[in-house]
């Protein structure tokens, strides 16, 4: 839940919020979800993503529902800096697949008065921390963890278990390499998969 900024501070901080989870859960939903509630209140807005990403065009993300937003491409999380000026709000979608510097941009961000909105996958295939993430969740004011569900149990989805044999820790996809998986189906495929 997304609490307003204190009323008396001068000058204004930001904030940090992370949206995190497995993948098909609705974290990229959420952002764009979040963005066009600031356009409504005529915030300046700008969100990034990373150049790494070429599931969709570069200049939009798009997601798994289909509902797209603009977007600009960056290599390098200190780019995100001097192409946030003037901007209210900075929305950071996929922020797993940034350098950790993204940690020392988003503080940069927040303590110069601007609302920075991550989201991200919080654990890799292995199911393990993923990049930057944890660092973003122990800085932010606000996190929530959303689930998918998980496609052999139906239970909330946790994980995110690679159909694939590839070993790469950045492997993109979408549903016919990765399915969102519970703890018990993310185990019983883990052990399985070490079996053969």
């Excluded at 066009?36 to 993300?61: G, H, M, S, Y």
């Excluded at 192409?83 to 993204?102: G, H, P, R, S, T």
């Amino acid at each position: 839940m997304f609490l307003e900024n204190p009323v008396n501070t001068n000058p204004p901080l930001g904030s940090i919020e992370v949206i995190c989870g497995s993948m098909f859960s609705g974290k990229t939903e959420e952002l764009i979800r979040r963005i066009r509630r600031a356009e409504l209140a005529n915030k300046k807005t700008r969100v990034f993503k990373p150049c790494i990403d070429k599931r969709n065009k570069t200049n939009q993300i798009i997601s798994h529902d289909l509902n797209e937003i603009k977007a600009t491409c960056v290599n390098y999380s200190k780019e995100i800096i001097p192409l946030a000026k003037n901007y209210e709000i900075v929305a950071i979608d996929e922020c797993q697949f940034f350098d950790n510097k993204i940690v020392d941009v988003a503080n940069y961000l927040a303590n110069n008065g601007i609302r920075v909105i991550i989201s991200g996958l919080d654990m890799d295939f292995e199911g393990n921390p993923f990049g930057p993430m944890p660092s973003l969740m122990a800085i932010a004011e606000n996190i929530l963890k959303v689930r998918g569900v998980c496609t052999k149990t139906g239970d909330p989805s946790l994980y995110s278990y690679r159909k694939s044999k590839k070993k790469d820790l950045i492997l993109l996809g979408e549903k016919e390499i990765y399915e969102p998986m519970s703890r018990e189906a993310f185990n019983k495929a883990m052990n399985k998969s070490k079996k053969k």
